[in-house]
């Protein structure tokens, strides 16, 4: 088996070595076409206004000069040439990605952008406890878990246009009380938290953050689960379409 490795966190980011030595469980045939630097909250952002550059670091290891999505067309475009994936896996990403998180995140746009290309994609999360943890998240969940989850998930037959995105709890292996399929959930993020700051030259500039996050699953989801202690597994789809407002719209344009 063939695999994929990418991320958006960067080429030389913690979570890509565990997501690595998950692989190497699976296959000794393993591929890394990864962000040159760090490129969360990219979404499923492709790159046109300037150049994509490919550097080689080691025999199968590459990096991009771009985002995650950009990554990926050029590891099937261009660097794996005829040797084509059987399977991607992007993470294990350096936080959660749950609920309407997914619409932001890099991790999840790189599997989206594999299931685009009709190849079996997963994304892969490790949740941490606190903030401004920097590159000393515990990976361990997903290192004591990774290959147990995606063993079946690989063998599972899944419709075409559909990804599987995995979240692991912040805690130690052994207290993780198994794993969950469950719908995606949603935060009430109310209003975005932007600090204002002044550079060196007298200029203002703005940095995004959030705000106090109030969860709302109403029922079981990915953040109820992970609340609990369980590795959470979604399945998504790309096709977003809501077909329940066809007749209402259809019947509201019929007199145009």
């Known amino acids: 088996m063939r695999i994929l ?14 997501l690595e030595a998950i692989a190497r469980t699976l296959s000794d045939d393993i591929w890394i076409v990864a962000p040159q630097e760090e490129q969360s909250g990219a979404g499923h952002s492709l790159t046109l206004s300037r150049p994509v550059r490919v550097r080689k670091h080691d025999e199968r290891r590459y990096s991009v000069s771009g985002t995650p999505t950009d990554a990926v067309m050029m590891a099937l475009g261009v660097v794996m ?12 990403n350096r936080g959660a990605n749950l609920a309407e998180d997914v619409t932001y995140s890099g991790t999840v746009s790189a599997a989206m952008e594999g299931t685009l290309a009709g190849y079996r ?15 000393t998240v515990p990976f361990a969940a997903a290192e004591a878990w990774g290959e147990r989850v995606l063993r079946p998930l690989i063998a599972a037959d899944m419709p075409p246009r559909t990804l599987v995105n995995v979240n692991f709890p912040a805690l130690a292996p052994e207290a993780v009380h198994g794993v969950k399929v469950v719908e995606q959930g949603f935060h009430d993020y109310g209003r975005a938290r932007i600090v204002k700051g002044t550079d060196p030259r007298g200029y203002p500039y703005y940095w995004f953050g959030l705000g106090a996050t109030q969860e709302t699953p109403g029922h079981a989801t990915d953040l109820e689960a992970i609340a609990e202690g369980f590795i959470t597994v979604t399945p998504l789809h790309l096709d977003l379409t809501h077909y329940g407002s066809i007749p209402t719209l259809t019947e509201a344009l019929s007199g145009c």
């Open 81 to 92: 040439g005829e040797a084509k994936p059987d399977l991607i896996l992007s993470g294990v």
């Open 5 to 18: 490795l990418t991320n958006d966190d960067g080429i030389h980011a913690p979570g890509l070595a565990v």
């Open 121 to 135: 994609s997963i994304a892969l999360s490790q949740v941490y406890a606190r903030e401004g943890m920097g590159d």
